[in-house]
């Protein structure tokens, strides 16, 4: 069994900042890319930010420059730091994790279960 763990989500102004964590946990052999996607009300999951195993970044061209990712592998978890926060940036945030949870299992991709953020202007 694998989990993924978000943290940190919650209300801020715009202009403001939040910190989004996410730990995975379970049976896990090795860690491939993580990521961060969000899901406004009436609109699609997006791909927000992600990196891969060697820590290189991808970013939505909408956070670019505002937003950080970040992973500390020793402890399986992914960061989003979020500055200059604009009300667009409301929606629920998911962490995705592809995860091999043995040397002869494939890599599988696992979700959080959401954290909100809400940015008031």
């Known amino acids: 069994q694998v989990q993924l763990v978000e943290s940190g989500g919650g209300l801020a102004q715009a202009g403001g900042s939040l910190r989004l964590s996410c730990a995975a946990s379970?049976?896990?052999?090795?860690?491939?890319?993580m990521g961060w996607y969000r899901q406004a009300p009436g609109n699609k999951r997006e791909l927000v930010a992600a990196?891969?195993?060697?820590?290189?970044?991808t970013y939505a061209d909408s956070v670019k420059g505002r937003f950080t990712i970040s992973r500390d592998n020793a402890k399986n978890t992914v960061y989003l730091q979020m500055n200059s926060l604009k009300s667009e940036d409301t929606a629920a945030y998911y962490c995705?994790?592809?995860?091999?949870?043995?040397?002869?299992?494939?890599?599988?991709?696992?979700w959080g279960q959401g954290t909100q953020v809400t940015v008031s202007s």
């Open positions: 995705n994790a592809e995860i091999r949870t043995s040397l002869d299992r494939l890599l599988q991709k696992y």
């Open positions: 990196i891969n195993s060697g820590g290189s970044p």
């Open positions: 379970g049976s896990i052999f090795s860690i491939n890319a």
